[in-house]
């Protein structure tokens, strides 16, 4: 629509940020010429996208909203729900990404960041003993990466490898991607994060960026392998 267009223009171009009182609806009419009937059909549309928040009582009135990354997950995941996006086709964007995030953070991340991701490990210090743990530490080791990708400089980059680990936590469950425990893909892929861990610390670019692309080759196996044993399990019933 295009007067919901020109309307995110004037909020770009005078610079308001989220929180910021729009005009109201008069004057929005008298900005942009449209009719009430138009003006009001713009703010739905934009209050459906999070771009615009409406309060209502004393004070209340339109304001310029701000899209959180969860929301602007959702959205996207939605662009991709009835398209036949493949756990290679996942694999193949997180492979060209996330060894260049692990390079860039080399040397770059305090103490404290990488105690976060050392927290996060601690879910999976163990190898599992049935397929449902096997199925919550691999959701954790997902985590790890979406964390990772929050420490990066480069928001897109961020998003986009924050996202890929959401809608493979999504597959894991609805498509019951786990199995029963392996023990070896367990301790392969807790040492390839025990080894970036180590890389991350002491400023090492070049093994950083090795250590996850061996990480995510051995992840889309190991994906792939699950997916073809869901199938085959889907077959026999």
Do not use: C
Not at 3 to 28: F, N, S, T
Not at 90 to 98: F, T
Not at 107 to 123: D, K, N, P, T, Y
Request: charged content about 25%.
């Amino acid at each position: 629509m295009r007067v919901a267009e020109e309307i995110k223009d004037w909020v770009v171009e005078r610079g308001l940020q989220p929180g910021d009182r729009l005009p109201g609806e008069a004057e929005l009419i008298d900005l942009f010429g449209m009719s009430k009937g138009t003006i009001r059909e713009a703010m739905r549309l934009l209050q459906a996208q999070g771009l615009i928040e409406t309060k209502t009582g004393p004070g209340g009135g339109s304001f310029v909203g701000e899209v959180t990354r969860e929301r602007a997950a959702a959205l996207l995941a939605n662009y991709f729900y009835f398209r036949d996006v493949t756990i290679d086709d996942i694999y193949q964007v997180r492979i060209a990404l996330e060894p260049e995030l692990a390079a860039s953070l080399a040397g770059r991340l305090s103490e404290a960041q990488i105690a976060e991701l050392e927290v996060i490990m601690e879910g999976y210090a163990h190898a599992a003993s049935d397929a449902e743990e096997e199925r919550n530490q691999h959701i954790a080791s997902l985590k790890f990466h979406a964390r990772l990708s929050d420490f990066g400089g480069n928001a897109l980059l961020g998003f986009f490898i924050g996202f890929m680990a959401q809608i493979l936590t999504d597959l894991t469950v609805y498509k019951r991607l786990y199995a029963a425990p392996n023990h070896d893909l367990w301790r392969t892929g807790r040492q390839h994060q025990i080894d970036l861990i180590s890389a991350l610390r002491r400023g090492d670019v070049d093994s950083a960026r090795e250590i996850m692309r061996s990480h995510m080759e051995m992840a889309r196996e190991q994906m792939e392998m699950q997916q073809a044993e869901v199938m085959k399990r889907f077959i026999a019933e």
